[in-house]
């Protein structure tokens, strides 16, 4: 059974940075491709950032030019560098995988609040 465990979430100030991390426990992701979402408080969950088995990656318009998406297949371990984190950013953020489908069992995620 996959398992997912993100980890890394906090508080943090406008125009501060947080790098979180996802561990992939019961598969490989080296040949998947990853992605994080997020969900904001009474949205739908929302692909923000994802990387293919080769290192190419794309992120939503709103985070372009602020997050940066990496893998480390050696550990099976995604993550997200979040940089000039803005008010809009406050989720709980999951990985998971996003082709040909997210795995049916979500982690918990990890919460981010953006606030002064």
């Known amino acids: 059974q996959v398992r997912l465990v993100e980890s890394g979430g906090g508080l943090v100030q406008p125009g501060g940075s947080l790098k979180l991390s996802c561990v992939v426990s019961g598969t490989s992701t080296s040949w998947n491709h990853m992605g994080w979402y997020r969900q904001a408080s009474g949205k739908e969950r929302e692909l923000v950032a994802s990387i293919t088995s080769r290192g190419m990656t794309s992120y939503t318009d709103s985070v372009k030019g602020r997050f940066t998406i990496s893998r480390d297949n050696a550990k099976n371990t995604v993550y997200l560098q979040m940089n000039n984190l803005k008010p809009e950013d406050t989720a709980v953020y999951y990985c998971?995988?996003?082709?040909?489908?997210?795995?049916?069992?979500w982690g918990r995620g990890t919460q981010v609040t953006v606030s002064s």
């Open positions: 998971n995988r996003v082709s040909p489908d997210p795995y049916p069992s």
